[in-house]
Nanobody, 116 residues
Framework: QVQLVESGGGLVQAGGSLRLSCLASGRTFSSYTMGWFRQAPGKEREFVASITWSSSTYYADSVKGRFTISRDNAKKTVYLQMNSLKPEDTGVYYC??????????WGQGTQVTVSS
């Protein structure tokens, strides 16, 4: 099992930026695909972005061009740089690790609130 701890959330005005971090435990972090998900109040959790072991990246259409996912294997950390934030980006952001066909382990989440 991989333990994940997110940080970097907060309150920001529309148009602003935040950078989320997710620190992982485990010796084989570099082998995993890492993902970011979010859940808005009253809505289901949705995919935001992912990065593979080879640093290939994937994004939800709603965040393309505004968010950037990256990883630092030496620090066992994955980042989500969020620019041009919108009120609809508000939610709890979760980091997750995929060791097989699905995401296996999840962090506890960090709150992001974007005011209009």
């Amino acid at each position: 099992q991989v333990q994940l701890v997110e940080s970097g959330g907060g309150l920001v005005q529309a148009g602003g930026s935040l950078r989320l971090s997710c620190l992982a435990s485990g010796r084989t972090f570099s082998s995993y695909t890492m993902g970011w998900f979010r859940q808005a109040p009253g809505k289901e959790r949705e995919f935001v972005a992912s990065i593979t072991w080879s640093s290939s990246t994937y994004y939800a259409d709603s965040v393309k061009g505004r968010f950037t996912i990256s990883r630092d294997n030496a620090k066992k950390t994955v980042y989500l740089q969020m620019n041009s934030l919108k009120p609809e980006d508000t939610g709890v952001y979760y980091c997750a690790v995929r060791r097989g066909a699905q995401y296996d382990d999840w962090g506890q989440g960090t709150q992001v609130t974007v005011s209009s």
